[in-house]
């Protein structure tokens, strides 16, 4: 037979050893007040865990759909590339593009293997837009497209299928078309829109646009016209004969010529600031608006016609830097001249047409200086960007900083200064880059960022559409549902505590005999309050753990009820551990508080009197 | 001679709604490992006698009280604080209650082993609380709880475990209140060889005179004197 062992000694922990040894004695009793520990934590922890879960499934959703994090603007207007610059350089801008007309982004689309068509919606996107990274795709590349759900069940596609978008344009009554195959690098989730969409990179919706507005894309083989640089003017010289000029003439060069004001000028101030002499009088003319076409100049000829006037182009001085070869830049200052064919009998070109540099646009410098030649260049600092200009050969740099460009060159690059302007360096063509963009579609880095960045567009008078409010809506619910739930919470614990207080008082009253023995054993007052202590912390820890059972189970049959509004991944309810871990301590320091209830119950009665009392 | 209890002119003095009751020990010494009994009727100061030698109540006035310890330490109860005391009693006290004062929860080895709890370094060590074990006969009960064990087998128990603590005196308060004469008989002679083994002394306090007469080394009895309304003086005398 075998006999428990006298080796032992109840150590270490003596008193948690007396205070298991008892509440497993009444274990009955303790599983009582476990379980109506547990009666009050339980709910306390189902309430908790779907407030916490249903907020995570709100916040969840929220964050997952890159949809509340977009913002675009509510209005059309014109944003230019520098525009963009600035708000792609934001830190709360995780991804923006311009977006072109929309009117012009409506493609044509064919399965190029099933023949199935739709009509798509080109859309751009690029490196880290989440509606693409963030719906199950990637970003395509220049020769691929991203389609949407919609478009592409309709072109029955799926990843890695090709598609073929076409377009069409009618030029002088006569239909034309261009087309693209894209391979189709993705397919987005369903809530990323219900459009048919395809997401190209912005230079293919920018080509396509392009082609409806007639041009050539010769990248895509596509033909049309080239959107050529055309010079606009500052003004123009009226340069008199020796008869003057005529009243009448004075009115009727400013009427519907788009010039309005006439003034006379100097002769000899005008050899200063324009390249050429003047014999009599001369008269500039300046338009309404900023500048002045070829169009302005062909009605004002009309207006003038018999007058014996000489009209010259004006343009203001332009300031250019020279960037030479060798790393060197200089300022200079661009003046525009008439050259070769526009003598006219009533003034003379400082510069000879021999003269002429071998330039790119052909230039004449004013005097000599340091010489010269091939690799060097004129840069203009537009708004729109750099137009730098190759000279080819040059005789010499003007020591004045002055440079004399013949009228209609001057006028391109006063065109450069507002619009941004490229050369073609194969066929030297001075071509307009477009303006800006219509409107632009916009990620914020997270959910929080999104009212900054909605009120920083507001400041600069662009009213957004944005999902701000839901997310405040949610803050909001959660911080509201917080305070209810400690509300609950707290007076829940307090019950609980105090169901404890008074069962483990109640313990020390029905063992105040087995007390006092212990104390006439020599125990210590210290080791004496350890055993309520224990206790109480055991069974609050007992009936903690019943209580997460019972919200294990719960939170089961709750998850399993609400299954079909559930996503993959979502929890009806949650108990976060930090929280959790904390009120557990709590509750054991409660327990451990409330202990003290009991001890002093125990040592309210005189020892002698204890042992006298349990005796009898 | 060396003493255990070393008490002279020692008073305790209570009184209770009215009544007064004045216990007074002129002369009291117990000697080392010596068996000591102090008889009387109920109300004449037993309890508070054991109170007082149990350090659970301070006299109100004593000329001498000294406990020593078997290694000669000697302790001045009356200037020792209660934080003290209580760690006196658990190093160089006994108790045998008249239940047995066992722990309900526990069971009978549980109960033998607070004694080592108690006082890990000079408790018995285990071979020797077996052996003490078996001659009390316990050894088919050590699983079972208290409340298993008919009144006998308690104060066994309870013998054991006081006996097991190995301390300088065992102070027995009507070990055998709940048993039969037989069994009673039983009870005193196994308290009593097991403390001599370990040169423990004991003290019975019994209302039952036959139960120590002419077996105790020293026989304590008290001097009843009733004074006037609710005033009783008792005074400890040597009997034999």
Not at chain 1, 358 to 371: D, N
């Amino acid at each position: 037979m075998s006999r428990p062992s006298l080796h032992g000694s109840l150590r270490p922990f003596p008193i948690l050893r007396l205070a298991v040894a008892d509440l497993r004695d009444e274990w009955l009793l303790s599983l009582c007040v476990s379980l109506a520990i547990a009666a009050v934590l339980a709910p306390l922890m189902i309430l908790f865990g779907l407030k916490s879960g249903a907020i995570e499934i709100m916040r969840h959703r929220l964050v997952q759909d890159p949809r509340n994090r977009e913002i675009r603007p509510k209005i059309t207007r014109t944003y230019d590339v520098a525009w963009f610059a600035d708000i792609k350089r934001r830190p709360d801008v995780a991804f923006v593009t311009p977006l072109t007309r929309g009117i012009s982004s409506t493609v044509d689309a064919v399965n190029v293997a099933t023949g199935a068509t739709a009509k798509l919606d080109l859309s751009p996107t690029g490196r880290a837009d989440a509606l693409v990274t963030e719906n199950g795709a990637t970003v395509p590349k220049e020769n691929e497209c991203v389609l949407s759900a919609a478009s592409s069940e309709e072109l029955n596609v799926q990843k890695g299928g090709m598609i073929e978008i076409r377009t069409n344009r009618r030029v002088n009554g006569e239909f034309q078309s261009a087309s693209l195959k894209l391979k189709v690098a993705g397919v987005l989730d369903l809530r990323a829109g219900g459009g048919k969409i395809a997401y190209v990179l912005l230079p293919v919706v920018e080509a396509v646009e392009q082609y409806l507005d007639g041009q050539s894309v010769p990248k895509y083989g596509w033909t049309g016209s080239l959107p050529l640089a055309r010079p606009e003017f500052d003004g123009a010289l009226l340069v008199a004969g020796p008869e003057g000029l005529d009243p009448a003439y004075e009115r009727k060069a400013v009427t519907d010529t788009g010039f309005v004001h006439l003034k006379k000028l100097d002769p000899l101030k005008v050899e200063n600031v324009a390249g050429f002499k003047v014999d009599a009088g001369v008269w500039l003319l300046r338009p309404a608006g900023s500048t002045v076409r070829q169009e302005n100049f062909e009605a004002l000829k009309e207006k003038l016609r018999g007058s014996g006037i000489q009209i010259v182009p004006w343009v203001d001085s332009i300031p250019v830097k020279i960037h030479a070869a060798d790393g060197l830049v200089f300022p200079a200052v661009v003046k525009s001249v008439p050259v070769q064919g526009d003598e006219s009998p009533h003034f003379t070109p400082l510069i000879q047409p021999s003269d002429a540099v071998q330039m790119a646009i052909p230039v004449i410098f004013s005097g000599k200086g340091k010489p010269a030649g091939k690799g060097d260049s004129i840069v203009l600092a537009g708004l729109g960007g750099d137009l730098t200009i190759p000279i080819v050969g040059i005789s010499g740099y003007p020591s004045d900083g002055t440079l004399l460009m013949a009228t209609d060159n001057a006028g391109i690059l006063r065109q450069a200064i507002s619009r941004q302007v490229e050369r073609d360096p194969k066929t030297g063509e001075f071509l307009v880059v477009r303006r800006g963009y219509s409107g632009f579609r916009l990620f914020a880095k997270t959910i929080d960022q999104v009212d900054g960045l909605r009120r920083f567009l507001e400041s600069k008078e662009i009213p957004v559409f944005h999902e701000g409010e839901r997310i405040n809506d949610v803050r909001t619910l959660d911080s509201q549902l917080s305070r209810f739930f400690w509300f609950i919470a707290g007076v829940g614990i307090a019950g609980a505590v105090a169901t404890l207080a008074a069962s483990l008082y109640a313990s020390a009253e029905r063992k105040s005999y087995e007390l006092a023995v212990l104390r006439l054993l020599g125990l210590r007052r210290r080791e004496i309050v350890q055993f309520p202590a224990w206790q109480g912390a055991l069974l609050t820890a007992i009936g903690f753990v019943m209580a997460v059972g019972i919200y294990a189970v719960a939170s089961a049959v709750l998850g399993r009820v609400f299954e079909d509004q559930l996503n993959a991944g979502e929890h009806l309810t949650i108990l976060p551990p930090g929280p959790v871990t904390a009120i557990f301590f709590l509750l054991i320091a409660l327990a451990v508080l409330s202990s003290l209830l009991a001890s002093m119950r125990i040592f309210a009665t005189d020892l002698s009197e204890a042992l006298r009392e349990g005796s009898v | 001679m060396k003493w255990v209890y070393q008490l002279r002119n020692v008073t305790v003095e209570r009184s209770k709604g009215g009544a007064s009751f004045s216990l007074t020990i002129p002369e009291f010494q117990i000697p080392r490992g010596s068996f000591t009994a102090i008889v009387g009727q109920s109300g004449c100061g037993k309890s508070t006698l054991l109170d007082i030698l149990g350090l659970v109540l301070s006299p109100s006035s004593a000329d001498t009280f000294n406990l020593v310890s078997r290694h000669g330490e000697s302790f001045e109860i009356a200037g020792i604080r209660a934080k003290y005391l209580a760690q006196i009693r658990r190093h160089h006290l006994g108790y045998i209650l008249q239940s047995g004062g066992l722990m309900p929860f526990l069971s009978v080895a549980e109960n033998i082993l607070l004694a080592r709890m108690l006082n890990p370094k000079t408790a018995m060590d285990p071979e020797k609380m077996e052996d003490l074990v078996f001659r009390l006969g316990l050894q088919d009960h050590l699983k079972k709880k208290p409340s298993q064990l008919s009144g006998g087998q308690r104060q066994r128990a309870a013998i054991a475990r006081a006996v097991a603590q190995n301390p300088e005196i065992i102070l027995a308060d009507e070990p055998t209140g709940s048993v039969d004469k037989y069994t009673a008989a039983k009870i005193r002679d196994l308290l009593l060889k097991c403390a001599r083994e370990q040169d423990i002394a004991v003290l019975i306090v019994t209302h039952d005179e036959s139960l120590v007469s002419g077996i105790a080394d020293a026989t304590y009895s008290f001097e009843l004197t009733q004074r006037g309304d609710g005033e009783l003086r008792s005074i400890l005398k040597k009997v034999a």
